[in-house]
């Protein structure tokens, strides 16, 4: 069975320009939550999606923002990119969201 | 508002020795508690967790354990494996409207030294 699939595993962005990320939950999984990952911050939560409807969300300004498709895919997008943003992005997928939370690789975001 | 305490930051240990990692959870309503390990370029993978109606929990060389009363828990690995060098996480969570909300630790550091 595949695991949590994120693209890009990179990206290089400059301030202002905004950028989507994109995840593709196990197969069978329909929640998918994300997190940004920074040095000595742990995991940040951002927010979750399940059945293409937004259900939690984590304290981060509105140019942060995700959807889900029809197949449980996900993409999160940042607008108006900032330095601050430079992070690892995490996607994790579960079953129905109260069950054990699956990471991806994670999608690597610097911000010159 | 709702936070996870992890503590050390790093920790260095003989291989052979036992680790000990212990978070502390400010929702007294938290009722799971995982644990995640990440290697270098990976994402979290989840190694142990443990309920909130559960005192302790083993799975080979790791344990966690629970103090509901204190709003402690610990991770517990023996005879420490230079392939458990990772960075690791604590997490307590709880239900809400039908969804579990994660709060993460700030992660620990472990080196095991061959």
């Known amino acids: 069975k595949a695991g949590v699939t994120q693209t890009p595993r990179y990206l290089i962005k400059t301030r202002g320009q905004q950028v989507t990320l994109s995840c593709s939950p196990i197969s069978g999984h329909r929640s998918v939550s994300w997190y940004q990952q920074t040095p000595g911050q742990g995991l940040q939560f951002l927010f979750e999606?399940?059945?293409?409807?937004?259900?939690n969300k984590g304290n981060f300004p509105g140019r942060f923002s995700g959807r889900q498709f029809s197949n449980s895919r996900s993409e999160m997008n940042v607008s108006t990119l900032e330095l601050g943003d430079s992070a690892l992005y995490l996607c994790?997928?579960?079953?129905?969201?109260?069950?054990?939370?699956?990471f991806g690789s994670g999608t690597q975001l610097s911000v010159l | 508002g709702e936070n996870v305490e992890q503590h050390p930051s790093t920790l260095s240990v003989q291989e052979g020795d036992s680790a000990v990692i212990k978070c502390t959870y400010s929702?007294?309503?938290?009722?799971?508690f995982p644990w995640y390990k990440q290697e270098l370029g990976k994402g979290p993978q989840l190694i142990i967790d443990?309920?909130?109606?559960?005192g302790e929990k083993k799975d080979q060389r790791i344990a966690v354990t629970l103090n509901k009363t204190a709003k402690h828990f610990s991770l517990h690995i023996t005879e420490t494996q230079p392939e458990d060098s990772a960075v690791y996480f604590c997490a307590a969570s709880r239900d809400t409207s039908g969804t579990y909300k994660y709060i993460f630790g700030t992660g620990t550091r472990l080196k095991v030294l061959a």
């Open positions: 999606y399940f059945s293409e409807t937004q259900r």
């Open positions: 443990i309920r909130s109606n559960v």
């Open positions: 929702d007294s309503a938290s009722n799971y």
């Open positions: 994790a997928s579960s079953l129905t969201g109260n069950e054990k939370l699956f």
